[in-house]
């Protein structure tokens, strides 16, 4: 009988240390992607958030770590460092304000941990792959169409983002590299709204007051448009103007497809970029690059193209919008 006993115990023993080992072994084939996101609290970042998990959740192998950075660079910076304690195998960052997160960027590197920079960049090339939206060319391609639309002449208000980061100062750099080349379009008001409805209302309705006149107004952002156009449509002035937002957001859109005034377009800037970031951090911590290329390694830099979004071909993003 003990001798039994000794048997099956060494036969329990030796499941145990199987299956320890098959756990530990499952455990260390998972990867494990931090992502630190500047904040949710509107519908652009909101999304950001919303696909991130969405193309997380494509890999069985796939453990997201998501913080949120509730608007403050200080918070932002802490959700970093502490990815960097736990060890993750790469991190994902968009940055409230890149030139802030620099720093911790750079210690993010010097940990050895793969770095991929989302949407605002970084003011040192830090990272391993950027992919973002082409901001300049979303202001260059406002400019065009706007100067288009109103045959080199009229009046024309813009509504910036946040100020200082390097998304909002490239859209208003590519939108004057245009407009400087048409005397005849004269810009009588540039405010900050700072990406937010609330403040794009507030904002607007200043504007409207001031300016007796106005032909079109460029917008930084869809999801802050919506409060412009709430002050345009208040005041009664929708049929005065055209506006052009970035997004898309599918108001925004819906609006585009059905003429609903001032809103005329919008451009490219999907927060699936989001997937996509996650998706790279996936292939760099799988050492793998990307299988359309024929280098083993990532590209240092994605930038995605500004496409106008108008009437004709509204309907082909629908499904990419928030």
């Known amino acids: 009988m003990k001798v039994r006993m000794r048997v099956l115990a060494a036969l329990v023993l030796a499941l145990l240390i199987a299956l ?24 652009w970042l909101a999304a ?39 060890k993750v195998d790469v991190i994902v960052l968009l940055p409230m304000d890149g030139a ?34 082409d901001n300049y060319g979303i202001g260059r ?17 813009e509504i910036q983002g946040l100020p200082g980061i390097s998304v909002t100062e490239d859209r208003s750099r ?8 048409y005397p005849g379009i004269k810009v009588v008001a540039s405010q900050n709204a700072d990406f937010l409805p609330d403040r794009g209302l507030r904002v607007m309705e200043n504007i409207l ?27 009664g002035r929708q049929d005065e103007m055209f506006l052009t937002g970035v997004g898309p957001l599918k108001r925004a859109m819906e609006m585009v497809k059905n003429g609903v005034a001032p809103y005329a377009a919008t451009f490219n800037y999907s927060p699936v970029m989001a997937a996509s970031g996650v998706e790279l951090a996936y292939r760099i911590a799988k050492g793998r690059g990307l299988e359309e290329l024929w ?28």
């Open 20 to 43: 320890s080992a098959g756990v530990a072994s499952a455990a260390s084939d998972r990867v494990v992607i931090g992502f630190s996101s500047p904040g949710a609290d509107h519908g």
């Open 48 to 86: 950001i958030q919303h696909y991130a998990r969405e193309a997380a959740g494509r890999h069985a192998d796939v453990q997201l770590v998501l913080t949120d950075g509730l608007n403050s660079v200080q918070k932002q910076i802490s959700d970093v460092e502490t990815l960097i304690a736990r």
């Open 100 to 133: 802030a997160l620099t720093p911790v960027a750079r210690k993010v590197r010097q940990a050895g941990i793969p770095l991929v920079n989302l949407d605002r960049k970084l003011s040192e090339p830090v990272y391993d792959v950027y992919i973002g939206g």
């Open 141 to 157: 391609a406002a400019g065009e169409y706007i100067a288009q639309r109103l045959n080199g002449k009229g009046t024309v208000v």
């Open 174 to 181: 590519g939108f004057y590299d245009v407009i400087k080349q």
């Open 209 to 235: 007051q001031a300016q007796p006149k106005i032909d079109a107004v460029y917008t930084h952002d869809d999801d802050m448009a919506m409060g412009v156009v709430q002050a345009i449509r208040n005041a």
């Open 295 to 322: 280098e083993p390694t990532m590209p240092k830099e994605i930038i995605l193209d500004a496409t106008l979004v108008g009437p004709e071909n509204v309907d082909q993003w629908m499904n990419l919008g928030f």
